[in-house]
């Protein structure tokens, strides 16, 4: 990843997290420096010609968020391009990443409880009870290991 491409990935984040959920945190946790990043952008619209960023996940190896399971998080969808199927990629490509990079080791996320349905449909089931991040209902959901 290249400072443009970076820097487009942390406006993303910052557009969707901070100015369109109205939530005020600590996007940068220090984890984005143990982990790798997952993104989409329009194949007309190139990082050269400064496209925007359209979609992009972080993938943290087992130990940095959790303890022996790997996660997926900072999952970001820019307003424009929701409900096109963007999302579903970028979970395909996000799982395909982490059974590469990480075989045989489960998966742990934080997901905002609106999108329980959404990650149902990639096999994860819900762990525990809701709470809150941030101000924002969210549940934990696991996955077992296994292909994307």
Do not use: N
Request: glycine share 8%.
């Amino acid at each position: 990843m290249d400072r443009e491409e970076l820097y487009r990935l942390l406006q993303l984040r910052s557009e969707v997290f901070v100015v369109e959920q109205d939530c005020v945190y600590q996007d940068l946790d220090d984890k984005d420096r143990l982990g790798w990043h997952v993104w989409m952008e329009r194949a007309d619209a190139p990082a050269a010609q400064g496209g925007p960023m359209l979609a992009c996940t972080r993938l943290l190896p087992a130990g940095v968020s959790y303890g022996d399971e790997v996660s997926i998080g900072r999952v970001a969808t820019a307003l424009v391009i929701r409900r096109e199927g963007w999302g579903q990629e970028l979970m395909r490509r996000s799982l395909e990443a982490i059974h590469e990079m990480w075989p045989g080791v489960p998966l742990r996320i934080s997901a905002q409880c609106y999108l329980e349905r959404f990650y149902a449909d990639f096999d994860f089931a819900v762990d525990g009870e809701s709470y809150l991040e941030d101000g924002i209902p969210h549940v934990a959901m696991t996955r077992p290991a296994g292909p994307a």
